[in-house]
């Protein structure tokens, strides 16, 4: 249908792509603003990452003897606990021993003398306060034999842990060459089919073989972490992620003293 340009008044459709043009040009100063917000924070986040060592982005687990991780945690709250309750069985024994302080006091009458300045010192049995000080020199040792049994446990138990995580990267390496051996298996019985001198079923057992090497190397490698995780704790350290690695191996580590001879053995 032929439009009529004769009638002044009437005007064309508005064409949709100069709507959208004229739309982007009244959000262009948003836009703008916008993209500049991004490129600031892009270049922010660009300069940190610049700035920042790589030590600090990639931090190296940092090799820890034996001897380090007894100590770490010997100083860890754990130890700090039993610490504290042994200096304050000390402080009882202090307190058990020192004497009652004196009383002063000052009194006004109507009498002459008006006023009255009383001073009185308490005196205590002597076999009270004896048995007060023995009973808190008493609890003194206690608290000093808890603290060093709670020594002897968090050694134990570091040295414990330490030697299981140094086992379990033993086990870990060998269960990687496991399956190195498991995947030439598998290429070798592969090449023997090919070949015609093996069925498919040795194709098929020697992959169940890797599958199950794979397997185990997967439980190794999570039973020593799990194992490097728990000796990160007894050092205080944080387990969300490794930041220790084992420097002594297990040549290397002290052979364990024997024990006390049982009567009657």
């Known amino acids: 249908m032929p439009l009529a ?27 703008l603003r916008a993209l500049a917000a991004a490129l600031a924070v892009a270049l922010v986040v660009a300069l940190v990452v610049a700035l920042t060592p790589a030590a600090a982005l990639a931090q190296e687990p940092r090799p820890v003897t034996l001897g380090e991780a007894v100590a770490a945690a010997l100083a860890a709250p ?7 309750d042994s200096a304050a069985a000390r402080a009882q024994v202090r307190v058990a021993r020192a004497f009652p302080n004196p009383n002063l006091a000052y009194d006004h009458s109507t009498a002459v003398p008006t006023s009255h300045l009383i001073g009185e010192q308490p005196l205590e049995y002597p076999w009270v306060r004896a048995a007060r000080i023995r009973a808190a020199a008493t609890g003194a040792s206690a608290a000093g034999y808890l603290l060093a049994a709670e020594r002897a446990a968090v050694r134990r138990d570091v ?46 057992l020697a992959r169940v073989a890797a599958a199950q090497a794979r397997n185990t190397y997967l439980t190794d490698s ?5 194992s490097l995780l728990d000796l990160q704790t007894m050092m205080g350290l944080q387990a969300e992620r490794v930041e220790i690695a084992l420097a002594d191996s297990l040549d290397m580590l002290p052979a364990p003293a024997p024990g006390p001879a049982v009567p009657g053995a």
Not at 78 to 84: E, G, Q, S
């Open 159 to 204: 040295e414990v842990t330490y030697v299981q995580a140094a086992a379990g990267r033993e086990i870990v390496s060998l269960s990687r060459r496991n399956v190195a051996e498991a995947e030439e298996l598998v290429r070798i019985a592969t090449a023997r089919r090919n070949a015609g001198d093996a069925a498919e079923l040795d194709v098929l």
């Open 78 to 84: 754990r130890i700090a606990a039993a610490r504290a």
């Open 5 to 31: 340009l004769d009638n002044p008044e009437r005007t064309l459709p508005k064409p949709r792509w100069m709507w959208i043009a004229g739309s982007a040009s009244a959000r262009g100063p948003a836009l």
């Open 222 to 226: 999570l039973t020593a972490m799990t």
